[in-house]
């Protein structure tokens, strides 16, 4: 069967014995300094998700299997779904039994409204009542067509408590939102994941003895298009 890309969670990531996954948010800013000691900073483009990917020792069965993967990813034309696979949920609801149960209920997260006077606040709607959003929390979700974007971002706000109706008061996130979303747009809270590329150059093939492979790694970024 052909590959679809971006490859889901399941089909790669999950698929590769990761030992570590590092996700960050670089600054694209320059920054300059005036004669009379002022700095001044600008911005220089939308900030993207960054990460590295590092696996644990393996078989080299394992290690055949898994890089036949990272090869895969390293063309030009695939993608895959990244997400901070250690913390996958929200503070409030460590083993996402909550919002899960909600889903199976048929109650899909979803954008309920963005302040169109600012490009940092996001609301939900469809979240179990009383379920306490953190900062530091991600949220993530799919918009626009041709191609399908993909939303990630991390909650700003202290504490926000959703009310009996399933919904939240805005939250500010960052990075800034983009444009293309619309209110009922579906979100993840668990496991929220946004589309990346491996950074080209950047596969570590690591050291492979009679017996086992280790020091495999690779970065990734996230990718808007």
């Known amino acids: 069967?052909?590959?679809t890309f971006p490859l889901s969670l399941a089909g790669f990531l999950q698929a590769i014995p990761i030992k570590s996954i590092a996700f960050d948010l670089p600054e694209t800013a320059i920054s300059s300094r005036t004669?009379?000691?002022?700095?001044?900073?600008e911005t220089t483009g939308v900030r993207l998700w960054q990460?590295?990917?590092?696996?644990?020792?393996m078989t080299p069965l394992e290690a055949r299997e898994a890089m036949a993967l990272i090869r895969v990813m390293e063309g030009a034309e695939a993608s895959f779904l990244a997400s901070p696979l250690r913390t996958p949920y929200p503070k409030g609801d460590p083993t996402g039994a909550l919002v899960t149960?909600?889903?199976q209920s048929g109650f899909l997260p979803q954008v309920r409204l963005l302040n169109p006077t600012s490009a940092n606040l996001l609301s939900l709607r469809n979240l179990p009542a009383g379920l306490v959003i953190n900062r530091g929390d991600y949220v993530s979700f799919q918009y626009a067509t041709a191609p399908v974007r993909f939303a990630f971002h991390q909650i700003i706000e202290d504490t926000t408590t959703v009310d009996a109706s399933g919904l939240t008061d805005n939250m500010e996130v960052r990075p800034h939102l983009q444009p293309g979303w619309q209110v009922g747009d579906i979100a993840?809270?668990?496991f929220p994941r946004c589309k990346a590329k491996i950074l080209p150059g950047t596969v570590q093939r690591g050291r492979s003895t009679k017996f086992m492979t280790e020091g495999v790694s690779f970065q990734f970024q996230q990718t808007l298009r």
């Open 1 to 3: 069967m052909a590959l």
């Open 35 to 41: 004669e009379g000691g002022e700095v001044l900073t």
């Open 51 to 57: 990460g590295e990917v590092e696996l644990g020792r």
């Open 101 to 103: 149960a909600s889903i």
């Open 188 to 190: 993840q809270i668990t």
